[in-house]
């Protein structure tokens, strides 16, 4: 197919595709599933060979958050049953991250609810980071603290921090329909931040929330912009208490098309699979390591996933490996100091032009449906004036709501009961 082998060359030079070619890939028919993993497998194995990151969540502080995200059950007038607890003592989370660790995982993410710490909030981070680093060797640690003030990203690199995560979640035109208290320009400043202060930028999106195609690829080509190291994909778990508990819009399908979507966009920036693994992507979760190169262990936020030990055995069972703290997750020309820029040249066509931010690392996501007409709609339009030689075609039926894959988190850090790693 045509389209596939342009995208597989530009992924190999690293160049954009064009935002036709984009939405082909979201266009793509069941019948040409398989082709389009494969084709973005072999750049995902370019770049990332067959290793898996692996990275752990500690929630140091979860629930009753003043802002109003409507695809989190953390925010403000959540009726979610989740878990409720202030700051983790350094000591707690350290023993929590101390879990992941062990399970495998070579980043810790330390997340926080709310809109954006204290300078209070950052020294008590600050300690959390030392504690965690002086114990475990050659630890990645990255904070998810929400929108930062100036001077608080260059504190935490001070601490020790490796990582400042941020998603944008979805495209500044429909920002506005998920979340009223903070603005996108608000995150794409906090993750500009985080670049400015030397650390590694972490920012992604939330897919499922209701947005068109055309949403998703803005997202993803103003991620692409932002220059991130790592780009998380989360899938909307629907949870029940929150304002998107209703929008069950993926399937299996439509999620590897999205992850393959990404890969082609952002080639050689680590793209991770985050929250709603389990829920949306159920028995084909092996097919998406071929695109993604890192996933998160255990459980998320305020949800459960999989047992630890069965994202393992799925890693090894499909062929991969999990990347051990010797190796180094991007490509050299990304590493520290000798950064070309993103993932691949801004010059490349198609790069959108939105600017280019909340916590959020792998929470559940969700908004009201408002399909785009046309271009790469939920309805199975057509691709407009691409390189379509795939042929679109309307694919998986709506997805069934599965309720029952949906389990809130009661174990783990802010309990008594040991964590899922
Ligand atoms: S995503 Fe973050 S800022 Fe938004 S409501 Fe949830 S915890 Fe608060």
């Excluded at 929108?147 to 990582?163: K, N, T, V």
């Excluded at 993803?220 to 220059?227: E, M, P, Q, T």
Aim: glycine content about 12%; some cysteine; overall charge negative.
């Amino acid at each position: 197919m045509d389209l596939l082998n342009t995208l597989v060359d530009k992924g190999l030079r690293r160049e954009t595709p064009t935002r036709g070619e984009a939405l082909a890939v979201l266009a793509t028919s069941d019948d040409d599933l398989l082709d389009v993993v494969a084709a973005a497998g072999k750049v995902r194995r370019h770049w990332f060979g067959r290793r898996v990151k692996l990275n752990y969540l500690v929630n140091l502080k979860s629930g009753l958050c003043p802002e109003d995200c409507s695809y989190c059950s953390q925010r403000l007038g959540s009726k979610a049953d989740i878990l409720k607890y202030t700051w983790l003592k350094p000591g707690d989370a350290s023993r929590a991250a101390a879990a992941g660790l062990a399970g495998g995982a070579k980043r810790v993410c330390l997340v926080a609810s709310g809109r954006g710490p204290t300078d209070r909030d950052v020294d008590r981070v600050s300690e959390t980071i030392r504690a965690i680093k002086d114990e475990n060797e050659g630890v990645e640690v990255c904070a998810c603290l929400g929108l930062l003030s100036d001077g608080q990203a260059e504190r935490l690199r001070a601490a020790g921090a490796d990582a400042y995560n941020h998603n944008l979640n979805t495209s500044e035109s429909t920002y506005g329909e998920i979340t009223t208290t903070h603005t996108y320009a608000d995150r794409v400043d906090t993750v500009n931040k985080a670049h400015a202060a030397g650390l590694s930028a972490c920012s992604g999106l939330i897919a499922g929330m209701g947005e068109s195609d055309e949403d998703l690829v803005d997202v993803v080509y103003a991620l692409r912009a932002l220059d991130p190291d790592s780009v998380p994909v989360n899938f909307l778990i629907p949870v029940e208490g929150t304002p998107l508990a209703k929008e069950w819009n993926l399937t299996p399908q439509r999620c590897l098309r999205i992850l393959a979507m990404v890969r082609f966009v952002c080639p050689d920036i680590e793209v991770r699979i985050a929250g709603g693994r389990e829920v949306h992507l159920r028995t084909m979760q092996p097919l998406a390591l071929h695109l993604a190169n890192s996933i998160f262990l255990g459980d998320y936020l305020t949800t459960e996933g999989q047992a630890g030990k069965a994202d393992l055995e799925m890693i090894a069972d499909a062929g991969f490996e999990v990347e051990g703290t010797d190796q180094v997750t991007l490509p050299e020309h990304r590493r520290a100091g000798g950064s070309e820029g993103g993932c691949g040249s801004h010059e490349g066509a198609g790069c959108g032009s939105h600017g280019g931010g909340g916590c959020g690392a792998a929470e559940e996501a969700g908004r009201g449906p408002h399909a785009g007409a046309g271009c790469g709609s939920h309805e199975g339009g057509g691709v407009c004036g691409t390189a379509a030689q795939v042929a679109p075609a309307a694919s998986a039926a709506p997805a069934e709501p599965r309720t029952d894959l949906v389990a809130l988190r009661h174990r783990g850090a802010g309990t008594d009961l040991a964590p899922n790693a």
